[in-house]
Nanobody
């Protein structure tokens, strides 16, 4: 069984930094894309950043230059370094990965979410 577990959320003042981490575990054969999404109260879930196999990255315009996504393929982890945080970054952040488990096809997995709150 494949599982994604996030950590690193919390409360921070505007202008501060947080680092989110997500670890995939289970019978993993390979991982392709890994990414971070967020959902603010009353809003739809949106893409924050994605990192593809080969380390190509893509960011939402609202976080470009402030957030950095990275992955460690040996540890099956993905991280999101968030700098210069703004109150509008407040949301639940979710990790998503496309994972092929042993003897299974490629499937999409989500973490349980971690809350990020940025105070003015």
């Amino acid at each position: 069984q494949v599982q994604l577990v996030e950590s690193g959320g919390g409360l921070v003042q505007a202008g501060g930094s947080l680092r989110l981490s997500c670890a995939a575990s289970g019978s993993i054969f390979r991982i392709t894309n890994m990414g971070w999404y967020r959902q603010a109260p009353g809003k739809q879930r949106e893409l924050v950043a994605v990192i593809f196999n080969g380390d190509r990255t893509n960011y939402a315009d609202s976080v470009k230059g402030r957030f950095t996504i990275s992955r460690d393929n040996a540890k099956n982890t993905v991280a999101l370094q968030m700098n210069s945080l703004k109150p509008e970054d407040t949301a639940d952040y979710y990790c998503k990965a496309q994972i092929q488990a042993y003897f299974r096809g490629l499937n999409e997995y989500w973490g349980q979410g971690t809350q990020v709150t940025v105070s003015p």
